[in-house]
C-alpha cells in the first residue's frame, strides 16, 4: 500500500502564492502524480498532473495559468505552486498518484490526507 503524505497548506492573505509537496512512500515503483481540491460543498476537482514517460505537465482549466506543478519522478515527490490566491481557492488540497500503465487514462487510487488552505480577504 503506498501511501502519500501532504506538506504545505494553512491560512494566506489574498494575492499570496503557496506551496504544497507530496512524497510517495514507495520510490520504486514510476507513479503519475496529481494535484486535486475539493471546495466546500463541491466534488474534487482536477488541478494538475505530473505527467508520464516524458508528456509533460497536464493542467486542468479550473487553475490554469496560476499554477505549476513540479517535482522528482524518480523519488515520486510532487510539488504544487500556486499564485495569485483568492477567497474562492479556500479548499482542501489533495496529492494523488496512480499507475501510468494506461496513460493517459489514470485510476488514482492512493490519496493524501488532504491539506486546508484558506484564503481571507
Request: glycine share 14%.
Amino acid at each position: 500500500q503506498v501511501q502519500l503524505v501532504q506538506s504545505g497548506g494553512g491560512s494566506v492573505q489574498t494575492g499570496d502564492s503557496l506551496s504544497l509537496s507530496c512524497a510517495a512512500s514507495d520510490t520504486s515503483t514510476p507513479l503519475v502524480m496529481a494535484w486535486y481540491r475539493e471546495l466546500p460543498g463541491a466534488s474534487r476537482q482536477f488541478i494538475a498532473s505530473n505527467g508520464w514517460s516524458g508528456s509533460g505537465a497536464y493542467y486542468g482549466e479550473s487553475l490554469k495559468g496560476r499554477v505549476t506543478i513540479s517535482g522528482d519522478s524518480a523519488k515520486n515527490t510532487v510539488y504544487l505552486e500556486i499564485k495569485g490566491l483568492s477567497p474562492d481557492d479556500t479548499a482542501v488540497y489533495y496529492c494523488a498518484a496512480g499507475s501510468g500503465d494506461k496513460w493517459p487514462l489514470v485510476d488514482y487510487e492512493y490519496w493524501g490526507q488532504g491539506t486546508q488552505v484558506t484564503v481571507s480577504s
